[in-house]
């Protein structure tokens, strides 16, 4: 099922209502009375900017006024938001990907891996474009960074010692 | 004082001095360039080069290698919408959409010409203010640090145009943010849940590597296609002397902006951030077409540009005057000078006036200079933004890990900078504004804490704020900053009723 | 028969014995790492820096020092990291003391314990002053005495549990004065700063990074917790007769992970000597204003039991 637009906005507003109630509750229990002034005060100044926000984006004359003078709604851009959540999905999951296999095996292991796998599965490259294009990426950043600057590369939860 | 300028030119303008300067000036460029690397980085890494060498020959190093870190971070930021630095993120706003009309020439020449400019201007200033140096570091204290960080705070919502509520909620988010880890008003922990990484808090550059960067980089590659959205790439040679024509002519906000970023980089705590996002808001404010801000106006990229190599110079006072840091890049400076015996403090520009100057004619030197550097080699970066997407993204990617690992070879870094990525993402998506909650993460902490303890030295009076006159000075200053917004929305809506009332029924 | 199983036997005996051995005397035969658990350009860094190229040149079998810096949570992450290594001698520490004490005394966990530490040497020490804005009406001990009769004294410090508050509670304490510490300055030098604005009557603050100061008469001294009066006009806490008060100082040291062979704590506790003891290193520690104060591996661990005695003293004030 596909939201519109507007519905996602209104989605979106929600979660981070959400987000603002639950540091709300959160902050309460901080022990120290100095140490809650502050956090209190934000979150509590979110749930109201995200309710605001929640209004501006619904169909009304109340949130189109909001929406005017704050410039909630105005500006429903469509960038990106008919794109098919299959394909964000797909990037996002690369990004995981590249993280776990360069958190795990390294960066001089990991990076090779991610560039490959995203130029041949992912951009549809030919596995000799891909590998051309894992091979040199790792080389400029070895050089770069090993050589030249002297930084360690992450060696890898696995062959840490 | 001339004496000591001549006896400063005289130390640097020998081979090894000239030497180190490009070495340094290089140097900047690239660690500037990289997100997650920057002048703080960089300088660690070089100060153990300087060890045997001599003193002048190490401020050589140091004025490169600050003087160019900034317009290294800039270019990333106009050709990949990716600040290299945390300073450049507001060169981003207008930079990057003028990379994507096919002008990044332009917009780099502008910005490398705004930065030498607000380079000298920012020396000039140093200069001129060593005298007073003392009389105004001493005379900001916190609760003038919290005026400081609200008036920034403010400036950047204001800034967000067509996305204040927005804006407002990123910020928000972003202060929430900067109040994790451990608190030190009220010695208590907040919001780690246990996660001893957590302890120093949500980390700055590993976020603005994920939020901008990483970001960008998923954008761009569920996009796909190339950096440049139009087919006027025609423009990229003739762009960069367009861009230097473009900021002579607009001289006002020149000088506006590096008026800005010597005052606020003087002010130690506070930071170069804040001084680019302040020169940005404050060029938009006063400027006639406020809505072409965002678009591709160069004047924000020459406002902010103007900022940042400025605040370099006016960070130098309270160190140089003082030892006291203005910046994360200037507290290793400092080191390096106590490992030449250089011992920063009132005494120090009286015993070393020869040292100091040279340190001051290498940064001046090292602004144009980096500038340059930077432009000759403008046209082969412009090219950046033709290849394929789904080369630049992979490529991109793995350098921000490194980045992001590298910072402090902390594994916990990568993973910030990962989600906020995703985080990153979904932000562009559904148009919450990230550069404020960047700025809140930034201010977040330094506002709390300056509140807590200007309540505690006046014994919880809330009048401090309005007698101390430099912090009612800024109150003044913010409500103005929130003002304008207000003014011109009723004035606009004036107008427009006016011409309905006049056009024919 | 025999003949060849006492053959075997010997020929295994040596090969282990050969085996044992080159470890142990060809320590170091790779780098050696020396973490920082704090951000460059401190006084922590500085000190690492300034050493680590003598350290090289009087290790055996010219190895390089590598400096790592690894800051966060106030110095106990690069403390910990470095406990739990592995102790051979290849990564080695400076630490804050009492500074990494006193988190564990008001019950913080942390992931060392420095009873079982292994202890290389010392590189530095450092007294404390006690001081009050140059422009301010307090000139002597006296006066502030009088000052602290009538007015709760307001200090800065940087953070419950760090050092700097740690001292100030510490010798408030012990002058039995009544204290209201404001905190959340980022660090030493935005507390000398903060005293020289006047934003506190007084401030207690390092000895070596104040001189400067007290020269230009931006701050002034009231007295000092070294054995000796090292600035002119500054009295010992001793000759006020506030005996408790002499010899709380904040002390650099080197260490190791706990279980360290003493054959290399030996060799790298030599090393240190000898490096500090090097005229050309001497010569560029008192360039930048940086003199070391050398004690050997087990002085040190002498200086540190004294003073966690005396801190463990004062538990109940460092707990408020």
Redesign the interface.
């Known amino acids: 099922m596909t939201l519109s637009p507007r519905q996602q906005n209104i989605a979106v507003a929600f979660i981070v209502l959400g987000f603002f109630v639950m540091m709300f509750a959160w902050s309460g229990q901080i022990r120290d009375v100095r140490g809650r002034e502050f956090p209190l005060l934000v979150s509590g100044a979110g749930i109201v900017l995200a309710v605001l926000d929640v209004i501006a984006h619904t169909d009304t004359g109340v949130g189109r006024r909001i929406g005017l003078i704050l410039s909630g709604s105005a500006h429903i851009t469509d960038d990106g938001l008919t794109v098919g959540i299959g394909r964000e999905l797909t990037v996002m999951l690369w990004i995981v990907v590249a993280t776990a296999l360069m958190v795990l095996f390294g960066l001089v292991a990991g990076i090779p891996l991610f560039v490959f796998g995203y130029s041949s599965l992912y951009a549809r490259r030919t596995l000799r474009q891909s590998a051309i294009a894992a091979i040199a990426t790792i080389f400029a950043i070895w050089i770069g960074f090993e050589l030249l600057l002297n930084y360690q590369l992450y060696p890898g939860l696995l062959f840490a010692n | 004082m001339l004496n000591g300028l001549i006896q400063g030119l005289h130390l640097i303008l020998t081979v090894h001095g000239i030497g180190m300067l490009a070495l340094g000036v290089v140097v900047g460029l690239v660690f500037g360039a990289i997100p997650g690397l920057g002048g ?1 980085t960089a ?3 070089f ?2 080069l300087t ?1 045997g060498m001599q003193s002048q020959d190490a401020m050589a190093l140091a004025g490169g290698i600050m003087g160019a870190v900034a317009f290294g971070g800039t270019i990333t930021a106009i050709l990949l919408n990716t600040p290299g630095t945390p300073m450049s993120a507001a060169t981003c706003f207008d930079g990057y959409p003028l990379a994507q009309q096919g002008k990044a020439g332009m917009a780099i020449g502008a910005a490398g010409m705004s930065s030498s400019l607000g380079g000298l201007f920012g020396v000039v200033i140093l200069v001129a203010v060593m005298p007073i140096a003392r009389a105004l ?3 900001f ?2 609760a003038e640090f919290f005026m400081m960080a609200l008036l920034g705070l403010v400036s950047i919502a204001a800034s967000t ?6 804006g ?2 990123s910020g ?2 972003g ?2 943010m900067a ?1 994790v880890g ?7 922990i ?2 780690t849940l246990g996660i ?2 957590l ?2 808090g949500i980390p700055l550059v590993p976020t603005l590597i994920g939020l901008f960067a ?1 970001a960008e980089m ?2 761009l ?3 796909g296609g190339r950096v440049v959205r139009t087919k006027e790439f025609g423009e990229r040679i003739v762009g960069v002397r367009e861009g230097i024509r473009a900021t002579f002519r607009n001289w006002p906000t020149v000088l506006r902006g590096s008026a800005i970023g010597s005052v606020i980089g003087a002010i ?2 506070v930071g170069g951030t804040v001084a680019s996002f302040i020169a940005y808001s404050v060029t938009m404010q006063v400027s006639k077409h406020p809505d072409r801000f965002g678009k591709g106006e160069i004047q924000g990229v020459i406002g902010p540009e103007s900022a940042i190599n400025a605040k370099d110079g006016g960070a130098l006072i309270p160190t140089l005057a ?4 203005g910046s ?1 890049e200037m ?6 000078l ?4 250089l ?1 920063p ?3 120090l520009l009286i015993e070393h006036q020869g040292e100091m100057f040279s340190l001051i004619v290498a940064l001046t030197i090292s602004c144009v200079f980096a500038t340059i550097l930077g432009l000759s080699v403008t046209r082969w970066l412009s090219l950046i933004t033709l290849v394929d997407v ?2 630049l ?3 991109v ?3 921000s ?2 980045g992001a ?2 910072l ?4 916990g870094d ?2 910030i900078a ?1 989600v906020m ?2 985080l990153g ?2 932000m ?4 919450f504004p990230r550069v404020t909650m960047v700025i809140a993460l930034v201010l977040g902490d330094l ?7 200007a309540m ?2 006046s014994d919880g009076h809330w009048t401090v704020f309005i007698t101390r006159p430099i912090s009612a000075t800024l109150l003044v200053l913010i409500l103005i900053s929130l003002a304008i917004p207000v003014v011109r ?1 009723l004035l606009a809506r004036r107008q427009s009723i006016a011409a309905k009332k006049g056009s024919p029924g | 028969m025999f003949a060849r199983l006492k053959i075997g036997t010997a020929a295994a005996i040596v090969a282990l014995a050969g085996m044992m051995t080159p470890a142990m005397a060809s320590f170091p035969d790779k780098d050696i790492t020396l973490v920082v658990p704090f951000s460059p350009g401190g006084g922590f860094d500085t000190y690492a820096r300034l050493i680590a190229p003598y350290l090289e040149k009087h290790l055996p079998n010219k190895v390089h020092v590598v400096i790592r810096n690894e800051p966060g949570a106030g110095g106990r992450k690069g403390l910990a990291d470095v406990y739990r290594s592995k102790p051979d001698g290849y990564k080695i520490v400076i630490v804050n003391v009492p500074g990494a004490m006193v988190p564990p005394i008001i019950g913080r966990k942390v992931g060392y314990d420095l009873q079982k530490i292994t202890w290389i040497a010392r590189v530095s020490d450092d007294a404390y002053l006690l001081c009050v804005p140059g422009k301010s009406s307090i000139k002597t001990f006296a006066d502030f005495k009088a000052y602290a009769a009538k007015h709760k004294v307001k200090m800065p410090s940087t953070g419950a549990g760090s050092t700097a508050d740690a001292m100030a509670k510490v010798i408030l304490g012990v002058l039995g004065i009544n204290g209201d510490i404001v905190t959340g300055y980022k660090g030493t030098k935005e507390m000398t700063l903060a005293l020289m604005r006047g934003d506190t009557p007084a401030g207690i603050l390092p000895q070596q990074s104040t001189r400067k100061y007290i020269q230009a008469g931006d701050i002034r001294a009231l007295l000092t917790t070294d054995d000796v009066s090292v600035y002119k006009g500054v009295p010992t806490a001793k000759s006020l007769g506030l005996e408790d008060l002499n010899g709380l100082y904040i002390h650099r040291l080197i260490a190791a992970p706990p279980g360290t062979p003493p054959s290399i704590q030996e060799i790298l506790s030599d090393a240190f000597m000898a490096a500090m003891a090097d005229p050309a290193a001497k010569a560029a520690a008192a360039k930048a204003h940086r003199p070391f104060a050398p004690l050997s591996g087990k002085q040190a661990e002498a200086a540190v039991k004294k003073q966690l005695a005396l801190f463990l003293r004062f538990k109940d004030e460092l707990k408020k």
């Not at chain 2, 145009?161 to 927005?166: A, K, V």
């Not at chain 2, 106590?338 to 015996?341: I, P, R």
Request: glycine share 10%; aromatic share 14%; net charge neutral.
């Open positions: 703080t300088m660690a890494l100060i153990p060890y570091v001493l005379s204290g916190p145009g067509g996305m204040f509520l927005r407002l909620i928000a988010a202060l929430m109040y451990y608190d030190s008003v009220s010695g208590g907040r919001y001893d990484y302890w120093d990483i998923i954008k590659s569920i996009i130690p705590g003082f030892g006291i840091p994360a507290a290793v400076f400092l080191g390096m106590v490992l030449h015996g011992e403090g009132p005494l789904h080369i993204v992979p490529a990617i793995s350098v890990l490194v690992y590298a402090n070879n902390k594994l990568v993973i990962a990525g995703l993402y979904q562009i998506k559904y148009n506002a709390e804490r300056s509140f807590h303890q505690q030295l929305f």
